[in-house]
């Protein structure tokens, strides 16, 4: 296709989306990480550039894909000052897909127009397989003009799309999405750590949780590996720490009170200033099972189901 598309963060999703967008026919003509040894190497397997610097990387999409972990990484790629993705980038449309605060999503939007290009946000619920197959469930927040513009590209990365409203309105959503869902994971390792510590079947345990109102989609995805201590990550500690720290920022602007939000984001924080924090979600059952504790599990012997965040669909970031 005659769009020109940069990705900027090709860790294992931002790597998958442009797979799947250079195999459905779109020109991929860059791709940039911190770690330039990763994008080179994607770079050679797409046949596109690597650019070292931000503004090269403008300067040959006409749409750019950012996938980078927080608040502090995205605007330093839209940094008013130094390199930056806003040079040269009269005409560009940027598509912001990382959990990231609302306000940095406005912010974005903001120095975006300043220079005369749009801004999408396009919040992921799902996994680095669906990525990859193009199945992903996308929450887009922004200008209708802008969001209409993007909807080629997210077209062929997911399945459904939900458009919730203007720049950090669909961030809002990925954040209360990524708070429940991180509250019923911890919630269910307390139930299987009691169950645990009673003497009880885990099997049988979850088996009953799922025929009664204890199911949840995280008893699906989480309940074997926590019993199994299975812990190779689909959506890490760190992320869920961060992710319940931007729905608490919310809810205090808001003057909401969010205990249960506010324990869960305790017990994940606890997990990364345990040195747990690369280790799936599921680990925080490492905090709860009698016996066990805030130490490293035993490595996974191999791949599990996708992490999910709302009914049918997984997590990312």
Not at 142 to 150: K, M, S
Not at 237 to 246: E, L, M, V
Not at 265 to 273: D, E, N, P, S
Request: one cysteine or more; a positive charge; hydrophobic letters at 45%.
């Amino acid at each position: 296709m005659s769009i020109r598309i940069a990705c900027v963060g090709v860790g294992r999703m931002g790597a998958n989306m442009a797979r799947r967008l250079k195999e459905t026919g779109f020109t991929v003509t860059a791709v940039h990480d911190v770690r330039h040894k990763q994008a080179l190497a994607l770079a050679a397997e797409l046949g596109c550039e690597a650019p070292r610097k931000l503004s090269a990387v403008t300067a040959v999409a006409d749409v750019i894909i950012t996938v980078v972990t927080d608040d502090a990484a995205m605007e330093s790629l839209f940094a008013t000052r130094g390199d930056s993705l806003l040079k040269g980038a009269t005409g560009r449309l940027f598509i912001n897909c990382a959990t990231v605060s609302p306000a940095t999503h406005v912010l974005v939007e903001t120095r975006a127009k300043s220079v005369g290009a749009q801004s999408v946000e396009a919040c992921m619920a799902s996994s680095i397989t669906q990525a990859r197959q193009g199945t992903l469930y996308l929450m887009i927040g922004g200008e209708q003009a802008a969001c209409d513009r993007a909807e080629p590209v997210l077209a062929v990365l997911s399945t459904s799309r939900r458009r919730i409203g203007p720049a950090g309105t669909a961030a809002q959503v990925k954040a209360l999405v990524n708070m429940v869902m991180n509250i019923n994971t911890a919630g269910l390792a307390e139930g299987l750590g009691l169950g645990a510590a009673l003497g009880l079947d885990l099997a049988m345990l979850r088996e009953v949780f799922s025929q009664t109102g204890a199911n949840s989609r995280v008893l699906e995805t989480d309940g074997e590996d926590m019993q199994k201590r299975d812990h190779a990550c689909f959506f890490s500690a760190a992320h869920a720490a961060k992710d319940s720290g931007i729905a608490v920022g919310l809810a205090k602007q808001a003057k909401v009170k969010l205990p249960l939000a506010l324990a869960a984001l305790g017990q994940y924080t606890r997990m990364v200033t345990s040195g747990l924090g690369e280790l799936d979600k599921s680990g925080v059952a490492e905090l709860t099972f009698p016996g066990r504790g805030p130490q490293r599990p035993r490595a996974s012997k191999g791949r599990k189901p996708s992490k999910t965040t709302t009914k049918g669909r997984s997590s990312s970031r």
